[in-house]
């Protein structure tokens, strides 16, 4: 054998090695529970982005890197090479996402050739995936207990996820497993999990509204470490609706408050259990609207949640911050719950945003129908067509109705000169 190869093949044998050694693993203490990686606390400041099935074409590029330097130590993706490798380049630790389909997508847990399949695929992946320098948490699925509109599950899945977390501690023992679970049917399920599941070496939950409730159900009928696996503003299934049944959105502004505010007083204080987090969502993203989740736009432009979580994780706010909205309205409305107009109808929209930097902003309005629900998580679901577009003056615009009747919302945003933008919307109907 050549010198050469023999150099290549240890070079990889001590390449193994070394990855091999990235260990991740639970510690406990009299302060609580402290997530390791090879022997060094770990504290996961992290944001879920880069899984296709969330945003179609998504590219980690320049939203990863302002990810990187806002302080950012972990992504929540999906368990694939390209995902890992993508965390692995901006130094982020990944919480790997097994490809594990519920009721909900037809799978059915009494069905035992089909569950071997399942975990078959799974530990496939774990076995390639075991040594990838970015690999921090394995994660079973996501949120596989809920079967929309919420239809009760099959109790066998805990047994199935606690057998397979055993076979992935035998394939891998350098990285703990969790399933990710909602706010539905709580303590049940958590009494279950805590009791058929000793396997799971931590829990994830994903929460809006509902976080400071959950996490304190969890602590207490759990009782084991557990990570934030998904935060943000209220969900579109939590808020206030209009008299025409239409969910009201908060604005970027009021997001921005709701995410330093989450972060600093539940996920912070509850560190003895909880091992970190990911806020949600690191993109743009189309669910009920195209602004209510994505912390950018589909352009990149960030709004102020992104500089909140920089604030959070790092303690520092950027150079140059984003605009913030002081108010918005249809004329005379306070109360945006019956906004109501005819069609072509005159109408009056009051908009008032500035600049920390006192810079000069570009106001502008969009009006769109509302969107179409697809499906769980907004999956499949298309941004609604704009009807109608221009600028906004300084306070005051008047703007006419769409012609045809029906539920529409208007959208009314402000940019700065730094790809950073402030974005509200007010629900109305358009009626004869």
């Known amino acids: 054998m050549k010198l050469t190869t023999c150099l290549f093949y240890l070079l990889v044998f001590c390449v193994e090695i070394a ?56 992504v929540r993706t999906s368990a694939v090479r390209v995902s890992l490798d993508s965390a692995a380049k901006y130094g982020f630790k990944a919480l790997a996402d097994l490809p594990i ?82 706010f539905s049917d709580v303590p049940k399920k958590l009494d279950e999990l805590a009791a058929q599941c000793p396997d799971l070496d931590l829990l994830g939950i994903n929460a809006y509204a509902d976080l400071a409730e959950f996490s304190e159900a969890v602590i207490k009928h759990w009782k084991r470490p557990y990570m934030v696996t998904e935060w943000g503003p209220d969900g579109h299934w939590e808020v206030p609706k ?118 000069t902003l570009k106001l502008s309005y969009e009006i769109r129908p509302e969107a179409v629900y697809a499906s769980y998580a907004g999956q499949g679901e298309q941004a609604a067509p704009i009807v109608a577009s221009g600028p906004l003056n300084s306070l005051k615009t008047e703007i006419k109705a769409p012609a045809e009747p029906g539920k529409y919302r208007i959208f009314l945003r402000a940019d700065d000169a730094h790809r950073h933008h402030a974005i509200a919307n007010i629900p109305f109907l358009v009626e004869e």
């Open 19 to 74: 990855l091999a050694q990235n260990k991740v693993s639970i510690q406990k203490s009299n302060k609580g529970h402290q997530l390791s990686l090879n022997g060094k606390p770990f504290y996961v400041k992290g944001f879920v982005g880069g899984n296709p099935s969330y945003s179609p074409g998504f590219i980690a590029g320049k939203q990863f890197a302002i990810a990187q330097k806002s302080g950012a130590n972990a």
């Open 101 to 182: 389909y519920g009721e909900r997508d037809g799978m059915d847990w009494n069905d035992e050739t089909r569950k071997a399949e399942v975990k078959a695929k799974v530990l496939g992946i774990v076995s390639d995936l075991k040594n990838h320098p970015a690999l921090l948490v394995w994660a079973l699925g996501n949120e596989l207990d809920w079967i929309p509109p919420g239809k009760p599950y099959n109790p066998k899945l805990w047994t199935f996820f606690n057998d397979l977390a055993k076979e992935i501690h035998r394939i891998d023992p350098n990285h703990p497993v969790m399933t990710i679970v909602g």
């Open 242 to 359: 209009t008299t025409f049944k239409v969910a009201l959105e908060q604005s970027s502004t009021e997001k921005a408050e709701v995410y330093r505010d989450r972060y600093e007083n539940v996920i912070l204080k509850n560190r003895a259990f909880c091992l970190g987090s990911f806020v949600f969502y690191w993109h743009s993203k189309q669910e009920i609207t195209h602004t209510w989740y994505g912390m950018f736009d589909e352009k990149g432009s960030a709004t102020e949640t992104v500089e909140a979580m920089q604030f959070s994780w790092s303690g520092k706010y950027p150079a140059n911050r984003s605009p913030k909205i002081l108010r918005y309205a249809i004329g005379d409305k306070t109360d945006k719950k019956t906004v109501i107009l005819q069609k072509g109808q005159s109408f009056a929209v009051i908009f008032e945003a500035n600049d920390p930097e006192n810079e």
